[in-house]
Antibody, heavy 123, light 107 residues
Framework: QVQLQESGPGLVKPSQTLSLTCTVS??????????WNWIRQHPGKGLEWIGNIHHSGSTYYNPSLKSRVTISVDTSKNQFSLQVNSVTAADTAVYYC???????????????WGQGTLVTVSP | DIQMTQSPSSLSASVGDRVTITCRASQAISSYLAWYQQKPGKVPNLLIYDASTLQSGVPTRFSGSGSGTDFTLTISSLQPEDVATYYCQKYNSAPWTFGQGTRVEIK
């Protein structure tokens, strides 16, 4: 059973960089049928898809965040990461990592999610 | 970007009622539509994908329909454990936008 676990600082100062890691257990991150997603949820609000990294290595980002976001994979550690630059209070949210699959070339939505981690942006 | 609009934003129904939630895409997305359930304080849980395919382990009282721009999530007989917020998500192309959510409560 695959499991995902987010980790990283819970408090980040404005203008700094938010960095989170998602550790994948129970399966290889490099298996060529998965993509790896970051999704966030502002307190009391809805879900916002940040972006993902395809098993091919291609990355796809939400245009609303694209200029500040980088998603990368470290296959040696079975982890993928999120960096958000120049954060403000508006980046305060619960951040989720999630996996989606591709079956016979057909993309499926995220089905395995981490528990989420709250990141607060504050001086 | 394609926008996803859910209605209603909240609803209150009695146990055993049939509940319907609608999701509309601003452009056609074929059947690349998923529904998630998020209970308070919990992680979103995938209920339906490809607009109408029930995820393994999800109770059969949940069903989905639609294609193109108009989609529906139906709970055939509302149960107390269905109290949650429900989200639709498109995943045909980036960005994989979510609807704003529909909160379901028991009357």
């Amino acid at each position: 059973q695959v499991q995902l676990q987010e980790s990283g600082p819970g408090l980040v100062k404005p203008s700094q960089t938010l960095s989170l890691t998602c550790t994948v257990s129970g399966g290889s991150i490099s298996r060529g049928v998965y993509s790896w997603n970051w999704i966030r949820q502002h307190p009391g609000k809805g879900l916002e898809w940040i972006g993902n990294i395809h098993h091919s290595g291609s990355t796809y980002y939400n245009p609303s965040l694209k200029s500040r976001v980088t998603i990368s994979v470290d296959t040696s550690k079975n982890q993928f990461s999120l960096q958000v630059n120049s954060v403000t209070a508006a980046d305060t949210a619960v951040y989720y990592c999630a996996r989606n699959s591709e079956v016979l070339g057909v993309i499926l939505p995220p089905d395995y999610w981490g528990q989420g981690t709250l990141v607060t942006v504050s001086p | 970007d394609i926008q996803m609009t859910q209605s209603p934003s909240s609803l209150s129904a009695s146990v055993g009622d049939r509940v319907t939630i609608t999701c509309r895409a601003s452009q056609a997305i074929s059947s690349y539509l998923a529904w998630y359930q998020q209970k308070p304080g919990k992680v979103p849980n995938l209920l339906i994908y490809d607009a109408s395919t029930l995820q393994s382990g999800v109770p059969t009282r949940f069903s989905g329909s639609g294609s193109g721009t108009d989609f529906t999530l139906t709970i055939s007989s509302l149960q107390p454990e269905d109290v949650a917020t429900y989200y639709c998500q498109k995943y045909n192309s980036a960005p994989w936008t979510f609807g704003q959510g529909t909160r379901v409560e028991i009357k």
